[in-house]
């Protein structure tokens, strides 16, 4: 059973989000292509209209919709063709009436012309007549000046996290080089004595970094760049030295290991003690009622996010996604509209939760005939294997106590 007085997840990250002052990074200017992924620093406003002249959709003729007006396969009309527009060039010509102009997909609509009509709907009389088949609304199959974008248009919003598509509006308008929120710096701490780096030989007794690795690549995939600290034994002042050099070049100290109750684990008890020589702050919060991650430790000294970890993969990621990230994308200047990637499924089999505590449960997804199921990957939240085999986390409330077989589940994918 889990303690009452623990906080839920939210109530823990609402207390660590609240006192953080962000964004305060500085923003650089880059060009386009260096910015995908990248938070916008400030508006982006249209210098230009897009497109910027009227353009056709389809290979047909331009025309005036007047002419076509009441036309169909048995009282079809008949329009003179004396023009054509050529791809790159402007019309130096004007339709008048009873006239149409050919013109391919993307071509410049010429005076006069306020639509365009589909080569399927027409049929060659000669070479300067057309029968037409179908009438046409005036603006069917053109893509107006402006349509897209308008000149003076708020494109791109500052704290937007920009997508392959917003890159290509603003070469579109012609803008190629624009100003971005520098990634935060997130320092990487590993702590424990059985702790050694990933190329070393294992003793009897140690396990190799895993957890640095994980946290890495989380990072730079929402945002941030790691910089790892190394390995450090379990001895107060190596430790509160590394945390204290990290808060002077980083925008988050991230602490591995060293967060449960044990005689050397004493991580709470230096953050406080280093949040004193500033003047305040502190640890927030030390443990949540979570599984796993239940000892996670939330602090906040100079302004700047602290956290420890528990030493489990499994709790890392959790804990990543619960905690580190809302922060990581609060220190980026993210407006708030990443939107995380799930999907429904229906569970495989029951699963039990205890009473009190907010369960995540590491799923694969499989499908079978028409409906996708999750499955749970069961293991303890020490091996690394339960994360690499699934697909996902399904969340059990802290209200509940499991999950039925056949019940539909919100997937949250990796």
Do not use: W
Not at 74 to 97: C, L, W
Not at 303 to 310: C, E, M, R, S, V
Not at 320 to 329: D, G, T, V, W
Not at 333 to 341: M, P, V
């Amino acid at each position: 059973m889990f303690d009452k007085n623990y906080l839920l997840p939210s109530e823990a990250l609402d207390r660590i989000l609240s006192v953080i002052s962000a964004p305060f990074l500085s923003d650089e200017r880059l060009k386009i292509e260096e910015c995908y992924s990248r938070i916008a620093a400030v508006d982006i406003v249209s210098p230009e209209d897009l497109p910027a002249f009227s353009r056709s959709t389809v290979d047909g003729y331009a025309l005036n919709s007047k002419d076509t007006f009441g036309a169909k396969d048995t009282i079809p009309a008949y329009i003179n063709i004396r023009h054509e527009v050529f791809m790159g060039a402007s019309p130096d010509f004007e339709i008048k009436q009873g006239e149409a102009a050919k013109i391919p997909t993307g071509g410049m609509l010429p005076a006069g012309a306020d639509a365009v009509l589909m080569l399927e709907h027409s049929q060659v009389i000669s070479p300067d007549m057309i029968e037409v088949t179908k009438s046409v609304a005036p603006g069917e199959n053109v893509i107006q000046k402006g349509e897209d974008i308008k000149e003076g248009e708020a494109v791109i919003t500052k704290g937007h996290k920009l997508r392959a598509q917003d890159i290509g509006a603003l070469a579109g308008i012609g803008i190629t080089e624009i100003n971005v929120f520098k990634k935060p710096i997130v320092s990487i701490i590993s702590t424990g004595d059985e702790i050694v780096s990933a190329s070393n030989s294992l003793n009897l007794g140690q396990v190799r970094d895993i957890n640095s690795f994980v946290l890495s690549g989380l990072i730079m995939e929402h945002g941030g760049m790691p910089a790892k600290k190394g390995i450090f034994k379990d001895d107060y002042e190596i430790i509160k030295k590394i945390i204290h050099e990290s808060l002077n070049d980083s925008d988050m100290v991230l602490i591995s290991g060293g967060t449960s109750a044990g005689a050397k684990d004493m991580t709470a008890q230096i953050i406080d003690d280093i949040a004193g020589l500033y003047g305040g702050g502190g640890v927030l919060f030390h443990g949540v009622s979570l599984k796993p991650g239940k000892p996670v430790i939330g602090g906040v000294v100079n302004n700047k996010p602290i956290l420890g970890l528990p030493g489990h993969p499994a709790a890392i990621v959790v804990c990543f996604n619960l905690f580190i990230r809302p922060i990581l994308e609060k220190l980026s200047g993210l407006n708030g509209k990443n939107l995380d990637k799930s999907i429904k499924a229906k569970m495989a089999k029951s699963i039990a939760s205890a009473a009190g505590r907010e369960d995540h449960i590491r799923v694969y997804l499989e499908k079978h005939g028409n409906e996708l199921l999750s499955v749970p990957v069961l293991g303890k939240s020490g091996l690394i294997t339960t994360l690499v085999k699934a697909d996902g986390i399904v969340i059990i409330p802290h209200g509940k106590l499991g999950l039925d077989k056949g019940e539909e589940v919100t997937v949250k994918l990796f």
